[in-house]
């Protein structure tokens, strides 16, 4: 059984910077994505950045320059710095584990992020 697990939400003020925290638990394979992805009131989730155990990496365009992914494979975890932070950051952030060729996907119970204008 794998587990993810988030933290490091809050509230800050436009400008301002977070750090989320992902961990991971349970039977991971070497070769997965470990991934970030938001949801705002009334809109779908999307993907905000997700890096592959070989250091891939992919970013929604919203957030290029400013947030940037990281992941530690030993402890399994993964990172997202979240710098020059904009009201419209502000979602639920779901942390994601794919593996199994995206056959297996784990979602965290995800976190509050909140940029006051």
């Known amino acids: 059984q794998v587990q993810v697990v988030e933290s490091g939400g809050g509230l800050v003020q436009a400008g301002g910077s977070l750090r989320l925290s992902c961990a991971a638990s349970g039977s991971i394979f070497s070769d997965n994505i470990m991934g970030w992805y938001r949801q705002a009131p009334g809109k779908q989730r999307e993907l905000v950045a997700d890096?592959?155990?070989?250091?891939?990496?992919n970013y929604a365009d919203s957030v290029k320059g400013r947030f940037t992914i990281s992941r530690n494979n030993v402890e399994r975890r993964v990172y997202l710095q979240m710098n020059s932070l904009k009201p419209e950051d502000t979602a639920v952030y779901y942390c994601?584990?794919?593996?199994?060729?995206?056959?297996?996907?784990?979602w965290g119970q995800g976190t509050q992020v909140t940029v006051s204008s």
């Open positions: 994601n584990l794919r593996q199994g060729f995206n056959r297996y996907n784990y």
């Open positions: 890096m592959s155990s070989r250091s891939r990496t």
